[in-house]
């Protein structure tokens, strides 16, 4: 138990840590290059690794690899040392070849993800900081296999830490950009010695990530020899195993395409309505739930998939519902605060530097309309737990891709529809009605297979977490409204004050009146919080 608990504070820490990292990141590269045609052709460049690394490796890895390393450490003769030899070396080979391709496709791979047109200058820029980006596809693939070895060993501190190295090494690279560049956010202006700065820059982070996992690996007495005998790696039992999370992945990326795309275009009409602002606010949409939710959905699966091995289906609703619950009293609340202050937290964060405060409070409109997609996302997340703790992979596919699909549709139909200056917000709308109608259709088909997943007391409980998050939206409109009427706009300071008044006051009113509302999910927060302080 106390290697256990050991094990999850590390995770824990590491996870909080590279969070906060990554948003320094995010704050610096926005203070450094902005979001406009500069901000948008790094970001198209740094997104096309990670593209293809979903496609040939990442989508396959939690799923398919890690499990087969334990059969072989449990199976071979000695441990599966030889399997995970074959394994780094295979994965080493074809993503140094990978690389290579992609640097010299780079062109068109840039063509593919964006609307821009070859001859311009923001195209030749993404082009350039794409190949002196890409090669770190060879640097990311392999320590995501070193960090599966790791975490076989259970060893994960080196795979939980590493990513922090990766963001404070980016971050040094925009603060030397901001000094010593006088280029800011001019594209004109940037030079290849610039982009080669902020594209090998960002290379090194990943080279630093892999490099200490790489020696974690050998701390624990991994010996690395390069093994080309791949008739034993198991490649045809992998890619059974892992066809239909691959198929989900191919699904997703033309999505992401599409997204670029539609992005890029609206970037094209109106300068510092593209990619980038998309890029940030989703990054900070999805901060919530990766602190909220996927701690509870952890939790949750093991649970579940015990009571689905012994037959308890009465188990699975009642944890399902009370992880639902759980993560709603939060969620709730938090969604409003998002469509209420997007642009008060956003122009704190992004709005210095290369960034002008309008620039920053686009950013936070695009997020006033992701907070619509927040409470359907998690229930999304949540439902499709139900399936995973059957052991049906398959469906989850089906869903996700047919939410992707209209997630598509949509996104056509908005970007016909709304002006340029609209089109990124009209993106994200897509994305919230698209996972509102995938989470009911996931709930109908959980439902029959779980014979009802109590739908009336989770909804009485959701209507009445939303009664009592409504005084704290109220107050939260007020003070954007006194500030931005009165006091006459958003700067840095005036942020803050809309922050802690309809942000931290309005937290406190809606534990305060769910607390009275005797809402028991909250009722446990607050006397958890309460016995803490009360030590």
Known sequence: MSRMLRA?????????????????????????????????????????????????????????????????????????????????????????????????????LIDLYTDWTPGDRQYEVAVLLARFILPQLAFFGVGAVAGAILNTRDRYGAPMWAPVVNNLVVICVFLAYAVFSGSGNDIGAVSTGDLALLGLGTTAGIVAQAAILIVALRRVGFSFVPRFDLRNARLGEMARAGVWTIGYVIVTQLG??????????????????????????????????????????????????????????????????????????????????????????????????????????????????????????????????????????????????????????????????????????????????????????????????????????????????????LPTAVLALAAVWIVTDVVNGLGFINSLIVLATGGGLGLLLYLGVAHRMRIPEVNSIVGMVAGRVGR
């Not at 990292?21 to 790094?42: C, H, K, Q, W």
């Open 8 to 108: 999850s504070a590390i995770m824990a820490a590491g996870t909080m840590v590279s969070r906060v990292t990554g948003f320094a990141r995010t704050m610096v590269l926005a203070y450094a290059i902005g979001t406009r045609a500069l901000g948008d052709s790094y970001n198209a460049a740094y997104a096309i690794p990670y593209s293809i690394l979903d496609l040939l490796l990442l989508g396959v890895l939690s799923s398919v690899v890690v499990p087969m390393i334990v059969r072989a450490q449990q199976h071979d003769p000695d441990r599966g040392r030889a399997y995970e030899q074959r394994l780094l070396t295979l994965s080493a080979v074809a993503l140094i070849g990978v690389a290579v391709l992609a640097v010299f496709a780079a062109p068109l």
């Open 256 to 469: 992401f395409m599409l997204t670029t795309n539609l992005a890029s275009a609206a970037g094209n009409a109106v300068e510092g309505h593209g990619i980038s602002p998309y890029t940030l606010a989703f990054q900070l949409f999805q901060l919530p739930y990766g602190i909220i939710g996927v701690s509870v959905i952890t939790a949750m699966l093991p649970r579940m998939s015990r009571a689905v091995g012994e037959g308890r289906l009465n188990d699975v609703r009642t944890e399902f519902g009370s992880s639902v619950r759980l993560i709603c009293s939060l969620m709730v609340p938090v969604s409003l605060l998002l469509m209420v202050l997007g642009p008060a937290i956003t122009v704190p964060i992004y709005g210095h530097g290369a960034n002008s405060v309008a620039d920053a409070v686009y950013i936070g409109n695009v997020l006033q309309v992701y907070g619509l997609a927040l409470v359907p996302f998690a229930l999304f997340q949540l439902l499709l737990r139900v399936f995973y703790s059957f052991g049906d992979t398959r469906t989850p596919v089906f869903i996700g891709a047919g939410t992707t699909a209209v997630n598509a549709v949509l996104m056509l139909v908005f970007y016909a529809m709304l002006p340029a200056r609209y089109a990124v917000m009209g993106l994200a709308l897509a994305y919230a009605v698209a996972y509102a109608l995938g989470a009911m259709l996931a709930w109908w088909l959980a439902s029959r297979l779980v014979h009802g997943l109590g739908g009336w007391t989770i909804g009485m409980a959701l209507t009445r977490m939303y009664l009592a998050a």
